[in-house]
């Protein structure tokens, strides 16, 4: 017969070696779910789970029950309250002993109370990081809550004019910006043939644009052609903290760091626009914030300009404006609506980043879910494309009847937003207006309602209407807020209004590559065109540039284009090398 007591022995130790993995597995979900990382991680805390002492007894808890609490893991309840996030709610604000010793605790024991109430579909690290923007932003608790502008920083050059979260992360930016480098053919191409002529020799621009690895290889192409820049973001959430440090370490003056406040941002921006020694003489825009500054706060130095390039539907818009109202003194090329912009970022980059940026936020599955976009433009086909395509049930609204004929055309049932809102699943604006979605909408729509903006304004979506007493701010994770309502109805708001693809997501290097290279066109364009050859008027980007672009790009696809014979081009009435359309042709 076995012996006996050898066989509980071994079963003991069987048991023993199981207790000991469990409490290695639960550590692990408990490190996994401490992004606040307030919870003890010593080799002898007694987490507790299931209502158990990992420890093996059996001692019922004095607090609520994790299902009340939205927690799957509780921590001993003997802790303080800032380290038991499960106490939080219930410390008295009298005791000072349990209060948060500083802001950065009150700000993470404000959040640790949110999700009190509130559990996110997902606690894994990128609940709560600012990967949303596909950027790695180290924070450390160091600088929690010190502004960059309090701070003196210099790269390793000794260099200092420039304002970054944290010049220490210039490593990592580099390695981004190297990456996008390899998947934007044109724009290195076009610095490559053009770097030798230096042709923005002598031009000083200013910038105002997103600051990620894409935009770094148009900022450190135009510096390579000769250019001396100053760069400002034109969305404050859109901005990679660690590609800004990289920017600045090539001794490039960059004033940006993701989310800032409004005063940060303008503030940025001036920095640009005015500073000792420095009279720019051209504007790289995105969406007409330095034109904006520009123009009020410094009319005298806005006449010194040579040209402006725009390239938001904003910004275009309020460009004709100024031009319709005769206080346009300068020429400015219209980027957005050159036909690489238009067709390729407008369209087939939005197809592919609303996807991305609405799955980085919210984890929604688009399958049968009920879809209004706002705006059939070329932003909004591309995102009606993508969503159709994923199962989605897309509803358009639309205020131009060729644009909703195309809509109908294309499977879309044009409406009105009253006539949808009560059942939609997601909305998105795309149409470049302001008050589009307004609060009497939100107050309709249903629990959960993901709400978004793809226009370059954060005017689309009425965000000012969502603050009121009666209503209540809750952030799930980063760019990610719900706003709820007494009746406990809330939605999820993301960016908060503000550009959504930038914000939560990135956007395919490809496309930016397209823009990148048009607008360094436009610049080298309007620098150097004599004078006389553009009055104070909004110009489109020549037809022969924009083929140019186009052709910048086509050896990545290993494509080959087919040349027309002398007879050919006789017939057409072409030139062989171009331009091969006339500029009312629509792609």
């Not at 050898?6 to 409490?23: G, I, K, W, Y």
């Not at 000072?96 to 997902?122: F, H, I, T």
């Not at 969305?235 to 370490?249: G, L, P």
């Not at 908060?496 to 956007?507: F, P, W």
């Amino acid at each position: 017969l076995p012996n006996v007591r050898q066989l509980a022995l071994d079963a003991e130790a069987t048991t023993h070696r199981l207790n000991m993995a469990d409490v290695a597995d639960t550590r692990f979900e408990v490190e996994l779910q401490d992004s606040a990382g307030l919870l003890s991680k010593q080799a002898g805390s007694p987490y507790i789970r299931d209502r158990k002492m990992i420890d093996g007894s059996s001692k019922p808890r004095n607090d609520e029950t994790e299902q009340q609490r939205g927690f799957a893991l509780n921590l001993n309840p003997n802790l303080s309250p800032t380290q038991n996030p499960n106490r939080m709610e219930s410390a008295s604000t009298d005791d000072a002993s349990s209060a948060p010793k500083n802001d950065r605790e009150s700000k993470l024991a404000g959040g640790m109370k949110a999700r009190g109430r509130y559990r996110s579909r997902s606690l894994s690290a990128s609940s709560t990081d600012s990967y949303s923007s596909a950027s790695y932003t180290d924070t450390s608790s160091d600088e929690e809550g010190v502004s960059p502008r309090e701070k003196v920083q210099k790269n390793s050059k000794g260099f200092s004019e420039f304002c970054v979260k944290n010049i220490s992360q210039a490593a990592f930016g580099r390695r981004e910006i190297e990456i996008a480098e390899q998947e934007m053919p044109g724009i290195m191409a076009l610095r490559k043939r053009a770097e030798q002529d230096k042709p923005l020799q002598g031009a000083k621009i200013v910038g105002c644009t997103h600051i990620n690895a894409q935009t770094a290889v148009l900022i450190e192409t135009l510096v390579a052609l000769g250019a001396s820049v100053r760069w400002a973001p034109c969305n404050i959430y859109s901005t990679q903290n660690e590609v800004a440090a990289a920017v600045a370490e090539a001794d490039i003056s960059v004033f940006a760091w993701k989310g800032e406040s409004e005063d940060d941002f303008w503030w940025c921006i001036d920095r640009c626009v005015h500073s000792e020694n420095w009279q720019p003489n051209i504007i790289l825009d995105d969406g007409w914030d330095a034109t904006h500054l520009m123009l009020k706060k410094y009319p005298a130095m806005f006449k010194m300009i040579k040209g402006i390039v725009e390239e938001s539907v904003t910004g275009v818009h309020r460009l004709y404006q100024l031009s319709k109202s005769g206080k346009l003194t300068v020429p400015a090329i219209n980027v957005n609506d050159s036909v690489t912009k238009t067709k390729f970022d407008n369209l087939y980059s939005c197809r592919e980043s609303i996807l991305d940026a609405l799955k980085r936020s919210t984890d929604v599955m688009f399958g049968g879910k009920q879809v209004l976009v706002c705006g059939y433009g070329e932003v909004g086909k591309g995102c009606c494309s993508a969503l159709k395509g994923m199962g989605a049930v897309v509803y358009v609204t639309e205020i131009d009847p060729i644009c909703a004929l195309q809509a109908c055309m294309d499977g879309f049932r044009v409406v009105k937003i009253n006539e949808v809102v009560l059942n939609i699943d997601i909305l998105i604006t795309a149409t470049g207006n302001k008050n589009v979605v307004l609060r009497e909408h939100m107050d309709k729509m249903k629990n959960s309602c993901i709400v978004c903006n793809m226009g370059h304004s954060n005017t689309e979506i009425d965000v000012q209407s969502l603050l009121t007493p009666d209503l209540a701010w809750e952030k799930v994770r980063s760019q990610v807020d719900h706003i709820i309502w007494p009746d406990g109805k809330r939605i999820v708001l993301l960016a908060e209004g503000r550009l959504v693809n930038l914000s939560c997501s990135s956007i395919p290097s490809f496309v930016v590559s397209i823009t990148a290279a048009a607008q360094a066109l436009a610049l080298i364009e309007l620098y150097n065109a004599p004078h006389g050859r553009y009055k104070s008027d909004v110009y489109l980007l020549p037809k022969k540039m924009d083929e140019y672009v186009a052709s910048l790009h086509l050896p990545t696809f290993d494509a080959h284009l087919t040349e027309l014979t002398d007879d050919q081009a006789k017939y057409m009435g072409l030139n062989k090398a171009g331009p091969f359309k006339p500029n009312y042709y629509r792609y």
